[in-house]
């Protein structure tokens, strides 16, 4: 017997590494399907609507029997609610749980793949008076589960409102609220842990963006368009969306209740595509991003709410589920919302009737795609800050401190003698490239930059830093004025861009023929996609590994029609 049962043990510890794998594990995208109107299609057209956008997780705000069965033989996969309603009678009566997880899910299981109960809806928010009834609610709904053989098919969590977070900026000061986090908080972290399911927290970046007083949050940031990052000055990790930033200030709340595992995902996001009157939102709307700013369109708008749900969708499906704070965590996210609802709000200018992703009438109202497969790999944000060596800490502790790093994972090839990053042949400069290295491959955690002090942070990318995957081509002063004009007129005539080099033009200045020939020369080469032998012009140019500068003129790295077509690709992937 013993035996036997280490033998299904280890099957089972097998098998669930095989279904979890990483790679299966990052997430999905799903949508709620609310109901609270009077004009939506029928359960068996929105089966069709589904089907013909990919879309193959929904949550429903009740267990409705018309939609259940529809859902049926779909392979779509299902998550209900217990309403709010019945939250008492689930905590209190470990009877009326079994039966209405009997009657709700287990009557429609396995034909219609329900796979997670929520367990009321916004507690902490829509019925305070609740709260406590929680976690007793869950656990004997769980149990229930259990005695019906789903407590592994189903799991079961409830929808925290963001609210339940007292503090969001920076991310590493995030906290649930006194009033929740030991009394229900904590009992509901262990609930979750102990039966493999996670938090689920609703999470709307758009009323941080839209009540705003000042313009500290940036439209980009907001949507999770790119953009340069903002740094949380505690921990030194960098944001470049608001929506991250709220996951991870859930995460520290989670940490200082001692929960560092456990995942939380993101049951509804979403942003209005119209809508000019909050009617709901306890804030009043003066001041507030109703109303264009700075150019940008209105907080609710077709243009706001196409990027945002589009970054969220491609972020998820492309695998990057994860935080600065917790980069290996899973999350699945549903679009908030599958329609526009009539009936929600205070009338048709409310924007809670305008969070749809498409009209009653099953038209899109702006353009998505929840098909990953053809999604181009996402823009690698730049780096935002640079580690580099303290001249002062002296060439003895520089060389300790470089070995250390280039024997521990920095990436020191290019720095030896003949490759790109060999010159200057200096310690500083060595240094500085092995520090940036470890500290970049080390995600630029804090900590990793400081080598006992012969290290530092700066949020610039400080002068002549070499890239050995980027090089440019110069002009070779030496060659004489004359050989570089002759080849200055080749490239300008067969190929390069000479328009920045004419009077009046960006790169005219410095007026050099050194100046104009390596700005002639390198876009040559960058046009013709850095190939050997497109940087030599008879011997009057090279190749280098640090940015070369001009005065004012930067040669770029790229064709500007290379550039042009990288940005075309990142507005066509939002
Ligand atoms: C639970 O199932 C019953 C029986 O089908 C149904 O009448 C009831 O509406 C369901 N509950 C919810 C919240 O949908
Ligand atoms: C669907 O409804 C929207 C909003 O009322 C409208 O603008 C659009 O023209 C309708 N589309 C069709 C095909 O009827
Ligand atoms: C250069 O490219 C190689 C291969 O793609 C990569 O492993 C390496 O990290 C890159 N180095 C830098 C400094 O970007």
Request: charged share 15%; hydrophobic share 40%.
């Amino acid at each position: 017997m013993a035996l036997a049962g280490f033998v299904v043990g280890l099957l089972a510890a097998i098998l669930s590494l095989l279904f979890f794998s990483p790679a299966d594990a990052a997430g999905g995208v799903g949508v709620n399907y609310g109901r609270v109107a009077n004009d939506l299609p029928d359960p068996a057209s929105v089966v069709n609507l589904l089907k013909q956008n990919g879309i193959t997780m929904v949550r429903i705000y009740d267990a409705d029997p018309g939609v259940l069965r529809s859902f049926a033989n779909t392979g779509i996969k299902m998550m209900v609610m217990l309403p709010n309603e019945k939250l008492a009678d689930a905590a209190r009566d470990r009877r009326y749980a079994l039966d209405w997880v009997r009657s709700n899910v287990s009557a429609y299981y396995p034909a219609t793949q329900i796979h997670a109960l929520q367990v009321g809806n916004e507690v902490f928010d829509s019925r305070p008076d609740l709260a406590w009834s929680l976690v007793p609610a869950m656990d004997n709904l769980q149990r229930a589960l259990a005695d019906l053989g789903l407590a592994d098919a189903v799991k079961v969590s409830t929808p925290v409102g963001f609210a339940a977070v007292a503090v969001s900026w920076p991310p590493s000061d995030g906290r649930f609220r006194d009033d929740v986090a030991e009394p229900v908080m904590r009992p509901m972290l262990e609930f979750l842990q102990r039966t493999g399911s996670y938090l689920t927290i609703n999470l709307y970046p758009y009323f941080a963006y839209a009540d705003q007083r000042s313009n500290a949050i940036s439209r980009d940031f907001f949507l999770g368009n790119p953009n340069p990052g903002e740094r949380d000055p505690k921990t030194g990790l960098v944001y470049y969306s608001l929506l991250d930033a709220q996951l991870d200030a859930t995460y520290f709340a989670m940490d200082k209740l001692g929960f560092t595992s456990l995942s939380a995902y993101s049951g509804e996001t979403g942003t209005p595509a119209s809508g000019g009157r909050h009617g709901h939102h306890p804030k009043p709307a003066v001041g507030s991003l109703l109303t264009a700013r700075n150019g940008d369109p209105p907080a609710a708008s077709k243009e706001n709410a196409q990027a945002y749900n589009n970054n969220v969708i491609n972020r998820v499906l492309s695998g990057r589920t994860g935080t600065p704070h917790r980069p290996d965590a899973d999350m699945d996210v549903y679009i908030f919302a599958l329609f526009n609802e009539n009936q929600k709000g205070s009338g048709p200018d409310d924007i809670e009737q305008h969070f749809g992703l498409f009209y009653p009438n099953q038209t899109k109202v702006y353009e998505f795609d929840f098909h990953g497969g053809a999604l181009p790999p996402p823009p690698a944000p730049a780096p935002s800050s640079w580690c580099v060596a303290n001249e002062a800490a002296g060439d003895a502790r520089l060389l300790e401190a470089l070995n250390y790093a280039c024997a521990n994972g920095a990436d020191c090839s290019a720095i030896q003698p003949g490759a790109p990053c060999f010159e200057p042949d200096t310690m500083v400069a060595h240094a500085s490239y092995a520090f940036n290295s470890y500290y970049q491959r080390n995600g630029r955690a804090s900590g990793t930059c400081d080598f006992a002090g012969a290290a530092y942070v700066v949020y610039n990318e400080p002068a002549g830093t070499c890239d050995p995957n980027t090089s440019w081509c110069v002009a070779n002063e030496a060659a004489g004025d004359a050989r570089l004009l002759e080849a200055l007129n080749y490239a300008c005539a067969n190929g390069a861009d000479c328009g920045a080099i004419q009077p009046g033009a960006a790169c005219f200045e410095p007026n050099t023929m050194v100046a104009h020939a390596s700005y002639a020369f390198n876009s040559y080469y960058q046009r013709n996609h850095r190939a050997s032998g497109t940087c030599d012009f008879a011997g009057t140019a090279s190749v280098v590994y640090h940015a070369p500068k001009y005065g004012n003129c930067v040669l770029p790295s790229k064709t500007s029609i290379e550039q042009a077509t990288a940005k075309s690709e990142v507005y066509a992937a939002i």
